[in-house]
């Protein structure tokens, strides 16, 4: 059983349509692929309609932007109730901010270089969740870099001067949060580097007390050390252990079932979530 739990179409900052995706994952060889768009399920009927044609089984999830110490931090959420009212209006007051500070962001840039908002919304598709790959993209359009990459590693990092945050809610209210939609609340990547930091055990921790269910373990931005630490600390917390590809399509050299999640785990996570599986 092929499992990837951690994926994006073009609904957020992803490259392909829900539909080419689950396509992908069938290419791939994988049984059960998670979409997990930020701060949105705008992608999950297209994904489920295709789950007949593709025989791959569809976890619908989200990936919901948040903050802790500071700093940028994801949570994964499983098999919720899309309509919960707590979650949905986070959501959407983040989806919001992300608007605002990629605006921001373009008009730093555009000081010092041709861009202009047009350029954004020209790579994006109605209702996409906006970010930072998206200006990337725009600035690829104008041959200012080569890709997503370059853009990062330069205009759009953390550290550049023209980096804005944006509002999101604090990590362990998001948790509760989940759980609150029935969903199934997973730190993502917890041991990526962001300026030089990672997620702090003592937010973890905090995050297990509200009702946190697992971690993201097995993911390319994790090395050696981050995967023998993070799985001590599941261990320790008595948390499921996740992987997956985190694949953006063309975005991101990530590929399709590069990390990987267990049967027994993908079982613990739709035991606790509140709505199915789609299964083939
Ligand atoms: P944002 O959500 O606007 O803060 O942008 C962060 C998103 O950009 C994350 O979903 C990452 O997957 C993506 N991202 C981060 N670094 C890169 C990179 N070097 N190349 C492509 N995408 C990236
Ligand atoms: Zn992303
Ligand atoms: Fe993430
Ligand atoms: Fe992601």
Redesign the pocket.
């Known amino acids: 059983m092929l499992i990837d739990l951690h994926t994006?179409s073009v609904v957020?900052?992803g490259t392909d349509a829900p539909a080419e995706l689950m396509a992908a994952a069938s290419a791939a060889g994988l049984d059960v692929v998670a979409l997990t768009d930020?701060d949105t399920t705008g992608g999950w009927a297209e994904a489920a309609a295709a789950v007949p044609s593709t025989g791959v089984a569809l976890v619908r999830g989200a990936?919901i932007?948040c903050r802790a110490d500071g700093m940028?931090v994801h949570l994964l959420s499983y098999l919720h109730d899309p309509e919960h009212p707590g979650l949905l209006a986070e959501a959407e007051r983040t989806r919001g901010a992300?608007l605002d500070r990629?605006r921001a962001i373009v008009d730093l840039v555009a000081a010092d270089m041709d861009l202009t908002w047009e350029d954004v919304v020209a790579q994006t598709v109605p209702g996409t969740t906006?970010?930072?790959?998206h200006i990337?993209d725009a600035l690829v359009a104008r041959g200012h870099v080569a890709d997503?990459?370059a853009?990062?590693?330069t205009l759009l990092g953390a550290g550049s001067p023209y980096y804005v945050p944006?509002y999101a809610p604090d990590a362990v209210r998001a948790v509760t949060l989940v759980r609150e939609a029935g969903g199934v609340p997973v730190l993502a990547h917890p041991g990526a580097v962001e300026r030089g930091r990672i997620v702090a055990d003592g937010v973890v921790a905090q995050m297990v007390d509200a009702g946190l269910a697992g971690i993201e373990v097995d993911h390319r931005d994790h090395d050696a050390g981050q995967r023998a630490r993070l799985t001590a600390l599941a261990a320790a917390h008595g948390l499921l252990v996740t992987g997956s590809s985190?694949y953006?399509g063309t975005?991101?050299p990530n590929r399709l079932g590069e990390g990987m999640t267990s049967p027994e785990v993908l079982a613990a996570i739709e035991e606790q979530g509140s709505i199915e599986v789609v299964r083939p």
């Open positions: 994006h957020s900052d930020h990936e932007s940028s992300r990629a906006v970010g930072r790959p990337a997503r990459s853009a990062f590693a944006h985190d953006h975005g991101k």
